[in-house]
C-alpha cells in the first residue's frame, strides 16, 4: 500500500457493496492511507439513487456483482445523475475484458478485491488527483 503523505485527507465515499466484510476492509485500506473517510452503503439501484441525489461526493466504488445490482447498473446511474463523480469497480473477478467493458461504459478504473492493499489507494489518489481533488477535498 502507498505511504501516506498527508493524515486525514476527507473523503466523501459512496459505496455500493453487499459485503460487510468487504467494507470494512475498504475503510480499513483508506484509512490506514490517511484518509478521513464519510460514507454511505448502499444497493440496490433506489438506495444509490437516493444517496446520489441526498448530497455531493468525492468517489463511488462498486462491486461488480450483487444479489439485486450490478457494477453496470452502478455505472449507469453514477453517469445519469453525477456524472462528475468517479466510479472505481472494486471486484473479485479477475476478467479483463469484464474490467474493459465497465471502463468503456464510463468506469474510471477496475481494482480485484485481492489487489486492495496494493493498488486501490494509488487508483483512488490518481483518479482524484485527474478530477482537480488531489488531497480528497471536494472543489468548491
Not at 505511504?3 to 470494512?24: F, G, H
Not at 474490467?99 to 486492495?116: H, P, W
Request: glycine letters at 4%.
Amino acid at each position: 500500500m502507498a505511504p501516506a503523505t498527508q493524515l486525514n485527507r476527507p473523503l466523501r465515499i459512496l459505496i455500493v457493496e453487499d459485503s460487510k466484510v468487504d467494507v470494512n476492509l475498504l475503510l480499513y485500506v483508506l484509512r490506514s492511507a490517511g484518509y478521513q473517510v464519510e460514507y454511505d452503503l448502499v444497493q440496490p439501484a433506489p438506495a444509490m439513487r437516493a444517496a446520489l441525489e441526498r448530497q455531493p461526493w468525492d468517489l463511488i466504488t462498486s462491486d461488480h456483482k450483487m444479489p439485486q445490482f450490478s457494477a453496470p447498473q452502478a455505472v449507469e446511474l453514477a453517469k445519469e445523475l453525477r456524472s462528475d463523480v468517479p466510479i472505481i469497480i472494486v471486484s473479485g473477478e479477475a476478467d479483463p475484458d469484464l474490467a474493459m467493458s465497465l471502463k468503456s461504459a464510463g468506469a474510471q478504473d477496475y481494482v480485484l478485491k485481492m489487489e486492495m492493499f496494493d493498488k486501490l489507494v494509488s487508483v483512488i489518489e490518481l483518479v482524484l488527483q485527474d478530477k482537480g481533488l488531489g488531497d480528497g477535498r471536494q472543489s468548491a
